[in-house]
Structures are given as C-alpha cells and as structure tokens.
C-alpha cells in the first residue's frame, strides 16, 4: 500500500533562516506530488505541485521554492524565511482515482 | 481568487442529530468533489467523493449531494457521532482538464455535542 511521510512534524525558525521539508512517497512509482500550506484560520493553499522529477508548478509568487529531485522526493525550501511563512504545511500525492492523500504535516512557526 | 467556497466556519449539532456542511464552487469546469476530514496537527484524510455525472453518493453515515446548477455540494452525516468532531474541507477538481489542480475551501469545524 501506499504511504507519504513529511518531516520534521515541527520547526521553530527565526526570520531570515532557511528552510527545508521533505516529503517521500512509498509504494507507488510517478506520482503527482502536492505542497499545500494550511495558514491559521484558512483553508488549505496549493503552493507547489509536480508531475515528475525536475518538473515543478508553483501556484503563488513567494519566497519558498520546491524542488523534485527524485521520484518519490519532494522538497519544499526557503532562503530566508518570513513570518507570514508561518503555518501548517502539507505534503500530498494524487492516487490514480483523483483523490489526494496527505502526509502528517510539518507546523512551522517563524519568529 | 476563491473558487471553493465554505460560508460557515463552524457548526455545532447534538449526537444523534444530522449534521449538513455546505459548500458552493464558481469553477464550472469542475468535474470532481471530495470532502476531507481533518484533525488538529494531523494531515486531511479523504472522506467520501462525487463525480459531476452523479448528484447523490452515499458511504455509511456519509452522504455527499451535488447540486449542479447550483453549483452547490453539502455533506450530510446520520447520525452525528462525538469522534466526527474535526475541520472539514470542501475540495474541487477539473479531471477533465487539468487533472493536478485541487482546489479547497476554508473549511467548517464541527462539534458533535453528546
């Protein structure tokens, strides 16, 4: 069966650090990879999505980048944080059906 | 711009009760609706689904209504339970057209009361 895992589960980061999650995906080849980021009191907002290996879409304009470098890896960075990078980020694959599953979740709090 | 949208933040209802969540789109090209269940500090997980060819999809307590013409879906759950008390989200997709893109709602947290 499938699996995704994102860590770290949380971060205390202060402005200007960088940034790294990661997210792998076990038990399926290809998949369609998602960074979603849930900001307190709202809903949850596409940032990153990606079809395959070195091919990355990014949803909003913003300090954080994502990068695929292996199939089933998915990586979501920043140079230099900011506050309002503060939040609950969510990783996803797309299973075949047209349903998304998710990881556990990484809160990042930037102070 | 907010393609899904879900107008009530919260609601609480008795145990035993129905609860209805709500939930309205703008995207007509819209072919795919999900409901996700989520927990505090927890990823969302997939709940129930309906395609645009249906209007009804039932799973258990779960039941999921699409409205077209309305551009309108709800959730309904017979009977509430306590352990239903979570955030759920409303999600959208093109299938047709893009089949990467899922869009969510704000989401409504529930309370079941016992």
């Known amino acids: 069966s499938q699996t995704i895992h994102q860590w770290p589960a949380t971060l205390v980061q202060p402005v200007g650090s960088p940034l790294s999650l990661e997210c792998t995906v076990e038990g399926t080849s290809n998949p369609n990879l998602y960074w979603y980021r849930q900001a307190a009191g709202r809903g949850l907002q596409l940032l990153f999505y990606s079809v395959g290996i070195g091919q990355i879409s990014s949803e909003v304009p913003q300090n954080l980048s994502a990068s695929r470098p292996q199939d089933r890896q998915f990586i979501l960075s920043s140079k230099k944080l900011l506050l309002s990078d503060s939040g609950f980020y969510l990783c996803?694959?797309?299973?075949?059906?047209?349903?998304?599953?998710f990881g556990e979740g990484s809160r990042l709090t930037v102070l | 711009d907010q393609q899904v949208k879900q107008n009530s933040p919260s609601l609480s209802v008795q145990e035993g009760r129905i609860s209805i969540l709500n939930c309205d789109y703008t995207?007509?090209?819209?072919?795919?609706f999900l409901w996700y269940k989520k927990y505090p500090a927890e990823g969302p997980t997939f709940l129930i689904s309906i395609s645009s060819i249906k209007d009804k999809n039932e799973d258990g307590r779960f039941t999921v209504f699409l409205n077209k013409s309305a551009k309108h879906l709800s959730l309904h759950i017979v009977p509430s339970q306590p352990g239903d008390s979570a955030v759920y989200f409303c999600?959208?997709?093109?299938?047709?057209?893009?089949?990467?893109?899922?869009?969510f709602g704000a989401g409504t947290r529930l309370t079941v009361k016992p």
């Open positions: 995207n007509s090209m819209f072919d795919y």
């Open positions: 996803a694959w797309l299973a075949f059906t047209g349903e998304l599953f």
């Open positions: 999600a959208a997709s093109a299938r047709q057209v893009n089949n990467n893109d899922m869009r």
